[in-house]
């Protein structure tokens, strides 16, 4: 439970600011917040940032699914086949944001 | 598993004959599946910013043939994680630090919660004035490019 408040606390922060870089306040439409630049600029810039977010939200976000799923289903002894699919989920996309932020 | 346990499933989505925090937990469990499905296609979705500028427009023009449906996806991601953060803040007050909670007694009759006292209510009605007028602002800037601030 405290990994999730920790990440949570700390997503608090940077997802604030990751919500920041698309609103409105930055004088931007929604689709010129999206192009191509912008983006680029963003991850690219704020690198670090995104990357703690990156690393946070996965593990809190499939923590949070593996724990409703467990609720929900009641696996019982069947419980380590959620456990497997939230593990591998969580690396593949470890993985794929990881190559993303060191590829720009 | 008999049935008694199985009816769990559906009634756990269903927050009235409880009090006010059934109703904040139930939406912030519903809005953490959301997000958590929404970060599955994000993480795959900025993947292809590596695919270079035709790439990416490419994916971006695909998203956006969804037209109104893409629009008001975002706009409930949005109210979704704006809820969230909040009612998580609240969580961790509560929970981490103890506060809003007000000060341990013996039950006494009617035995209403002493988890849910005047602060707590403060809390829970703050956040949904906030996050509703934070979650209109969304609205209009996705739906209809309104409430820009340009400097």
């Known amino acids: 439970m405290l990994l999730m408040y920790a990440l949570g606390l700390i997503m608090i922060f940077v997802l604030t600011f990751h919500l ?85 | 598993m008999n049935k008694r346990y199985k009816s769990g499933l559906f009634n756990s989505l269903n927050p009235t004959r409880y009090n006010l925090e059934r109703w904040s937990y139930t939406l912030h469990r519903i809005t953490g599946v959301i ?16 695919l270079g500028i035709a790439g990416w427009n490419q994916t971006m023009e695909e998203l956006s043939n969804l037209g109104v449906i893409e629009l008001i996806g975002m706009w409930i991601i949005a109210g979704s994680a704006l809820y969230h953060g909040a009612n998580g803040l609240r969580l961790i007050l509560n929970e981490v630090f103890g506060l809003l909670l007000g000060k341990p007694r013996l039950p006494e009759y009617p035995y209403s919660p002493l988890s849910l006292g005047r602060n707590q209510k403060i809390a829970i009605y703050t956040i949904t004035l906030i996050v509703v007028a ?7 800037y996705l739906l209809a490019g309104l409430g820009i601030v340009r400097w």
């Not at chain 1, 004088?27 to 192009?35: D, N």
């Not at chain 1, 630049?37 to 703690?52: E, K, M, S």
């Not at chain 1, 069947?78 to 590829?103: E, H, K, R, S």
């Not at chain 2, 958590?36 to 993480?43: C, G, S, T, V």
């Open chain 1, 20 to 104: 920041l870089l698309v609103s409105p306040l930055t004088g931007r439409t929604f689709a010129e917040a999206l192009s191509y630049n912008y983006v680029l600029h963003n991850l690219t810039y704020f690198q670090v940032i995104f990357g703690i977010l990156l690393y946070a939200a996965t593990i809190h976000g499939l923590n949070g699914l593996r724990i409703v799923l467990i609720e929900w289903l009641h696996p019982g002894k069947y419980q380590w086949i959620i456990n497997a699919i939230i593990i591998v989920l969580m690396a593949m996309l470890l993985a794929l944001g990881t190559y993303t932020l060191i590829a720009l």
């Open chain 2, 35 to 50: 997000l958590a499905l929404f970060l599955i296609a994000h993480i795959f979705e900025i993947y292809h910013v590596t």
């Open chain 2, 134 to 140: 934070l979650w209109i602002w969304a609205g209009l």
